[in-house]
């Protein structure tokens, strides 16, 4: 093991060499622009309602939290964009063009190989995505001095949830080409909103098979479950007719994940990573 550091430094110098970070960088400059402009103007609207405190509406907390739960959507999708292009290709991707044969030699090995690509990969969109969404929760400040009842908590949910699904495209990689394994793993992704948008119509229309098949579809695919408890973190001390407007959510449900999700993220993590290693050991170069 070793030779991790090796691999770790050898992904993040690809990655700079081909111009990932600066595109990336680039992408969310631009997203949170447009966030920044959307968000002043949204508030300044939320200032000229008034619906009168009788039916328990909070206008700026609605607004705040709908906003930063849309940022939340898109910080998760970039983080996941980019923890797919730094892992889909690491495995078989690597081996057919001739690049991956001359790095699992001793003393690196495949093991290394493995556990330093998914560091790398995993270190970069965990703190990429904390950092979007930190810079999300500051624009929402400033443009309508609302902030998340909770910070850390759906920080680290999200990043958590985009290094679920690298670890997912790290052990897609080993078994298949980069392109069907870069849209294998887009449908997961859009399987698993597609998981949460039907427990929020399950519970719209009180269908318990609904809520039950979306549960078993949030805890098959984690990254799920994860984002909806960061969803429900950021508001989850509204109360009244203002927390049941939020429950519903942007893009799925605000559902608290409990104190078993994070056991089960590392456990499902660790399958992962053994399926994979298994995998990568039986694999002929």
Not at 204 to 220: K, Q
Not at 256 to 261: K, V
Request: hydrophobic fraction near 55%.
């Amino acid at each position: 093991m070793r030779g991790i550091p090796i691999v770790i430094g050898y992904a993040l110098r690809e990655s700079l060499r081909r111009r990932v970070f600066v595109i990336v960088l680039i992408l969310t400059a631009a997203f949170l622009g447009l966030y920044g402009l959307g968000s002043e103007k949204a508030f300044d609207e939320v200032a000229e309602l008034d619906t009168g405190p009788e039916i328990g509406l909070d206008e700026r907390v609605i607004a705040g939290a709908t906003l930063l739960g849309l940022a939340m959507f898109g910080t998760l999708f970039l983080g996941v964009v980019l923890g797919i292009f730094l892992t889909l290709s690491v495995v078989r991707g690597d081996a057919e063009r001739g690049l991956l044969q001359p790095l699992v030699v001793r003393p690196l090995g495949r093991e290394a190989l493995l556990a330093g690509r998914f560091i790398a990969a995993a270190g970069v969109c965990f703190a990429y995505t904390v950092g979007v969404f930190a810079a999300t929760a500051g624009i929402t400040y400033w443009a309508g001095g609302w902030w998340p009842d909770r910070f850390w908590q759906p920080a680290l949910g999200l990043g958590t949830a985009v290094v679920v699904v690298a670890g997912l495209s790290l052990l897609g990689s080993v078994f298949l080409s980069s392109t069907a394994n870069g849209i294998a793993v887009f449908m997961l992704f859009g399987a698993g909103l597609v998981g949460g948008l039907l427990g929020q119509i399950g519970e719209g229309i009180n269908s318990t098979t609904l809520v039950n098949v979306a549960h078993d579809v949030s805890w098959a695919l984690p990254f799920e479950a994860l984002y909806q408890d960061a969803l429900y973190a950021i508001s989850s001390k509204s109360f009244g007719f203002t927390r049941d407007v939020l429950q519903l959510g942007p893009f799925g449900g605000a559902q608290a994940g409990g104190d078993h999700l994070w056991l089960w993220t590392a456990v499902y993590l660790g399958i992962a990573a053994l399926v994979a290693g298994v995998g990568f050991a039986r694999k002929d170069l």
